[in-house]
């Protein structure tokens, strides 16, 4: 089955409560409703087809990275041993397992299998993330480490013009 196929009909109302919700997930109903031109009830209904249609996987609070103390970003390129599925499992448990992590992908195209995607305070809680965990990890066979030195654009909205 094709999981870009979704069988959900996009009007210019959804669209319009995706792009809000996208900016701002704690918007009141009442307020998302005055925002994309809908009443209080259809816009709630809307809301909540699109929940269970698992377009809306969830609603988060993005935080301050800096503001926390956790200044280091660090892409992480990771080569493993072996293809095989036990040792992806195996590492893909682990990785899920380290709040540092924030993203993780199986990767082409590159001499690595797997990129992270890293936050910590600082160079010393990165040197103590690497070899005490990440190297520890069965399997793991290469690290190759990109610091990030400034955000260019990092957003979590996704480009609804397609639908």
Avoid: W
């Amino acid at each position: 089955m094709n999981e870009t196929a979704n069988p959900h009909k996009f009007d210019r109302f959804d669209r319009r409560i995706l792009e809000e919700l996208q900016r701002d997930g704690g918007l009141s109903n009442q307020t998302l409703a005055e925002r994309v031109g809908l009443s209080a009830s259809p816009c709630s209904r809307r809301v909540r087809a699109l929940e269970k249609a698992g377009i809306i996987l969830r609603r988060v609070t993005l935080l301050d990275r800096r503001k926390l103390g956790l200044s280091l970003t660090v892409l992480v390129h990771i080569s493993m041993d072996r293809h095989t599925p036990d040792r992806f499992d195996n590492f893909e448990q682990k990785v899920r397992g380290f709040p540092q992590v924030q993203e993780c992908y199986i990767i082409t195209g590159q001499e690595a299998d797997y990129q992270l995607k890293v936050v910590v305070p600082d160079m010393d809680h990165y040197q103590e993330f690497l070899l005490n965990r990440l190297t520890r990890i069965e399997g793991v066979t290469g690290v190759h480490s990109s610091f990030v030195l400034r955000r260019v654009l990092d957003s979590t909205e996704l480009p609804l013009g397609y639908l």
